[in-house]
Antibody, heavy 123, light 107 residues
Framework: DVQLLESGGGLVQPGGSLRLSCAASGFTFSTYAMNWVRQAPGKGLEWVSIISGSGDTTYYADSVKGRFTISRDNSKNTLYLQMNSLRAEDTAVYYC????????????????WGQGTLVTVSS | DIQMTQSPSSLSASVGDRVTITCRASQSISSYLNWYQQKPGKAPKVLIYAAYTLQSGVPSRFSGSGSGTDFTLTIASLQPEDFATYYCQQSHSTPLTFGGGTKVEIK
């Protein structure tokens, strides 16, 4: 069975940094693109970023471009999200999600999701 | 960026009702449209991808249709476990974008 386990969330001050991790198991990690999706408290889903299976292609939401960096270590079956210059509006549950395909972008479908990790940005 | 607009934002329905949720894209996205279901406190679950392809394991009472800019998710006969929030998402181009969601509540 596919398992995705996020970690690294917590309370951080505005302007601070945090790195989220997503440990994957139950599938050939390098074959699939991976995504980060977030959900602010009581709000809808917001796609954050995607990385191709090989790691050579990445895309970001406009709201995080230049501040967040997605990466992956296929030898460790782990996805990362480095979040810098955090703002109050980044407060959300962050989900990692396995894609249906290996390429990043067109034709994407988020097939498997982790349980999420809460990031709170507050002073 | 492609904007996704869902309607209605919420609806009340009874068990056994036929429910239809619509999703409109701000430009043509061909058939690159996914539907997700989310229950409170849980991660979303994909129901339909590529506009009308049912994800394995999803009950056949769920169906999707549409192409271009207008799409529909239909629940043929609403079951108690279907009360949830539903989201559409386009995967035609990045940034990938979700609709605002439709909350299906018990009447």
């Amino acid at each position: 069975d596919v398992q995705l386990l996020e970690s690294g969330g917590g309370l951080v001050q505005p302007g601070g940094s945090l790195r989220l991790s997503c440990a994957a198991s139950g599938f050939t990690f390098s074959t699939y693109a991976m995504n980060w999706v977030r959900q602010a408290p009581g709000k809808g889903l917001e796609w954050v970023s995607i990385i191709s299976g090989s790691g050579d292609t990445t895309y970001y939401a406009d709201s995080v471009k230049g501040r967040f960096t997605i990466s992956r270590d296929n030898s460790k079956n782990t996805l990362y999200l480095q979040m810098n210059s955090l703002r109050a509006e980044d407060t959300a549950v962050y989900y990692c999600a396995k894609d249906r395909i290996g390429a990043a972008g067109i034709g994407s479908s988020l097939r498997n999701w982790g349980q999420g990790t809460l990031v709170t940005v507050s002073s | 960026d492609i904007q996704m607009t869902q309607s209605p934002s919420s609806l009340s329905a009874s068990v056994g009702d036929r429910v239809t949720i619509t999703c409109r894209a701000s430009q043509s996205i061909s058939s690159y449209l996914n539907w997700y279901q989310q229950k409170p406190g849980k991660a979303p679950k994909v129901l339909i991808y590529a506009a009308y392809t049912l994800q394995s394991g999803v009950p056949s009472r769920f169906s999707g249709s549409g192409s271009g800019t207008d799409f529909t998710l239909t629940i043929a006969s609403l079951q108690p476990e279907d009360f949830a929030t539903y989201y559409c998402q386009q995967s035609h181009s990045t940034p990938l974008t979700f609709g605002g969601g439709t909350k299906v509540e018990i009447k």
